[in-house]
């Protein structure tokens, strides 16, 4: 065909008209992107701004005298009597001593309430790890309640909420503020401690140790059986109906919804096995059947990456299949399966619907010291904490959900990390 | 390419698309008139080959093959894409079985041991008859775990200093040792297409097999690395019996002592090189050779 014209006409008119095409799908892709990431960034801005908070928490310097007979102790080696001793009445007759005009009962009784119920023991834990200072007063900084936490805060920031205080407390704050007798401090207490109904002493650690045990047991369960699955329905498997089943029930699985699988772990782990509820090993237990199927998945995904011409060569150089698998098979495949587990590991370490059903939504004060302990995790305490009333865990949601996210920043990244690490070319 | 108008092969009519598979109307023509022409039996085989025909599925693929391959000589096997040579190829040392629908009947046998009696570990085999594929595979390990990867899965090599010499003899005989020597330990998989093909011929060599297949070891190379690997089968040819399938009719002409013309799953003729290229005994060989198609 002869180039006339007409002909060079019709691919440049071609040509305009496809060049618009690309451009305009090229916006649509740049604009996709921008308000994905606008989201994301809208919504990690709004947690940090309230979560940050909570890593500070409101102190109130106090003159406390460690007196014996407020105390009440004769003998500090008796354990009961240090036990039942009335720890808060230094702090009350600290108080007292800092706001002398105090004199009815009631507005005693809020001016007590300045300080977490929680100092007591704060103060006693000073005074037994030296008993030398029995008898002389120091300045201590003393954790303040969360009401009085919420106000600092918020008058700081120029907006005082002032809703759950009495004249007299916001009175003694202004004095406090006015002698800088009150401050932030780093809140050591929300790394340090399990939960509790008083916001100020409430702490992640409980759930972080519960999500660690649960997730090491959702790692050792479902990343062996998974590799070994996927190995199997990969490379041994003969393909027919039966394997054929299995593959698309694994798939399905992938698919069904998380909550399904803490029935089936109620139905059976805890109703059939007997299992106690709310502790780690039925949260793994159930996490790994959660998980199983994406590791399965994943892994055959990356065995089936492995070139062909890799297991040609070693079974032409004699190897058996099991050798092929071993030595060549897996080896190059493990950066995929390992990618694949810990994208697995941290949606079950973000996951809270099947944990509901298997009791590990409960209410648990202690730091779990093993498996068989109660324990709660990160999403479920961060379920916990939103469901409370106190203003005060508003900021303690947010900063668990930091926590959880930095969590799985660091999981991911490491997944992309070990990918890079470990891929070898072929 | 279009033959059917230009080709002028006696009575058979031949199909414009030459089916891969070798089903069609075509071979059945073949089939009444067909039987290997020239010398495919000799004494003094290596491996012999008797009425063998595969499937993959319903279709197949090889024909009614009967030929016997020499000691110490290399074989090539020609033939226009499709006509089954690689197939055939990877039926001498079972490497079809890993393929879940193909099929081989007859016999096949090696020093007269049947390759597909039941008795038969297809381990021991494949380390009796080694195989170079087409691309060059090495394992994406170093040079030196590529060559000792054979005999350390057939624990040929007592010690670490056996292991050593046996990795160093290799290389040498695939003419790759000066090249490869201060750097045995990296990657197998960061030498030149012809260095790791010829990797592949040491790994192959490491266990001193008695055969080796090759598998158009070329057909991935420059022709400067190609006329490495061609002298390479020449030394090689000494020592192990070489059966070779390749697109390259020079190639086949200069590395071979014997020829086999397959078409369409058939084997046509089988005869010394020479003859082969000089004065065919049928016409689809000269046809072919001479270019009129493939």
Not at chain 1, 126 to 144: D, H, M
Not at chain 1, 265 to 272: E, S
Not at chain 1, 385 to 397: G, L, N, Q, V
Not at chain 2, 262 to 287: A, K, Y
Request: hydrophobic share 45%; aromatic share 8%; proline share 4%.
């Amino acid at each position: 065909m002869s180039k006339t014209p007409q002909h060079l006409e019709k691919i440049q008119r071609s040509l305009v008209r496809r060049y618009r095409a690309e451009k305009a799908f090229r916006w649509c892709g740049m604009l996709a992107v921008t308000l994905g990431l606008t989201a994301v960034l809208v919504v990690f801005a709004d947690i940090f701004m309230k979560g940050t908070g909570a890593f500070s928490a409101t102190y109130i310097a106090l003159d406390v005298t460690y007196d014996r007979e407020v105390l009440g102790i004769e003998n500090f080696a008796d354990q009961r009597q240090v036990n039942t001793a009335d720890w808060e009445a230094l702090l009350k007759t600290a108080l007292r001593k800092e706001f002398p005009d105090v004199r009815k009962r009631s507005e005693k009784r809020k001016l007590y309430a300045l300080a977490s119920n929680a100092a007591g023991y704060d103060i006693k834990d000073r005074l037994l790890a030296n008993l030398r200072l029995l008898g002389e007063t120091e300045t201590i900084w003393i954790l303040a309640d969360d009401d009085i936490d919420a106000y600092y805060k918020s008058w700081l920031g120029g907006n005082a909420y002032t809703a759950r205080l009495t004249d007299g407390q916001l009175g003694a704050l202004q004095a406090l503020i006015d002698t800088d007798r009150i401050q932030l401090h780093f809140n050591a207490n929300f790394l340090s401690r399990g939960d509790s109904r008083e916001p100020e002493q409430a702490g992640i650690k409980g759930a972080v140790v519960g999500s660690f045990m649960t997730l090491i047991l959702t790692l050792v369960l479902s990343f062996p059986i998974g590799i070994a699955a996927a190995i199997y329905l990969e490379e041994f498997a003969p393909k027919n109906a039966l394997t054929e089943f299995i593959e698309v029930n694994i798939n399905n699985l992938a698919a069904v919804p998380s909550i399904i699988f803490g029935l089936l772990g109620l139905a059976i782990f805890i109703n059939l096995f007997h299992i106690p509820r709310s502790i780690p090993i039925v949260g793994g237990l159930v996490l790994a059947v959660m998980t199983l199927p994406t590791v399965i998945i994943t892994s055959r995904a990356a065995i089936k990456s492995v070139p062909p011409s890799i297991r040609e060569a070693s079974l032409g150089m004699g190897a058996s299949r099991n050798q092929m698998v071993l030595h060549h098979v897996l080896p190059l495949a493990l950066p995929g399966m390992l990618t694949g587990a810990i994208i697995g590991m941290a949606r079950a370490l973000g996951e809270t619907a099947p944990l509901l059903m298997i009791g590990m939504v409960a209410f648990i004060v202690d730091i779990p010291r093993g498996f068989t302990d109660p324990a709660t995790v990160l999403p479920v305490q961060i379920f916990l904490w939103a469901d409370s009333p106190e203003r005060a865990f508003i900021e303690k949601t947010s900063a668990a959900i930091m926590v959880l996210l930095g969590f799985l920043v660091t999981m991911n990244m490491s997944a992309v990390w070990l990918r890079k690490r470990l891929e070898r070319r072929w | 390419m279009n033959t059917s108008t230009t080709l002028g092969v006696g009575t058979l009519p031949m199909s414009a698309t030459q089916d891969v598979s070798g089903a069609g109307p075509v071979n059945i023509e073949l089939t009444a008139t067909q039987a290997t022409v020239g010398s495919a039996q000799i004494p003094n085989a290596k491996m012999t080959v008797r009425n063998v025909n595969i499937f993959y599925g319903e279709k197949q693929a090889i024909y009614d093959v009967n030929v016997d391959i020499g000691k110490n000589q290399v074989i090539a096997m020609i033939g226009p894409s499709g006509c089954g040579k690689s197939t055939f190829l990877r039926s001498l040392n079972r490497m079809n079985d890993t393929i879940d629908s193909c099929r081989v009947e007859g016999d096949i046998r090696i020093d007269d041991e049947n390759l597909y009696s039941p008795k038969l570990d297809v381990v021991e085999l494949r380390a009796r008859v080694g195989m170079v594929f087409q691309k060059p595979n090495p394992f994406p390990k170093s040079i030196y775990d590529n060559v000792a990867y054979g005999p350390k899965i057939h624990g040929l090599a007592d010690t670490r200093v056996d292991l050593d010499e046996m990795v160093e003899r290799s290389l040498r005989k695939a003419g790759l040792w000066d090249e490869v020597k201060d750097r045995l330990f990296q990657a197998g998989t960061g030498l030149s297409g012809g260095q790791q093909q010829r990797l592949c011929i040491a790994r192959a060599i490491a266990v001193s097999p008695e055969v080796i297949l090759m598998d158009e070891p070329c057909s991935a190379l420059d022709p400067i690395a190609t006329a490495r690997i061609e002298e390479l089968i020449e030394e090689l040819s000494q020592n192990f019996t070489i059966a070779i399938v390749t697109h390259s009719m020079q190639q086949a002409a200069r590395v071979s002592q014997r020829t086999a013309y397959f078409h369409l799953g058939r084997l046509i003729e089988v005869n010394p090189t020479e003859q082969v290229f000089t004065n065919p005994e049928h016409s689809l060989t000269e046809s072919y050779i001479t270019g009129r198609f493939g």
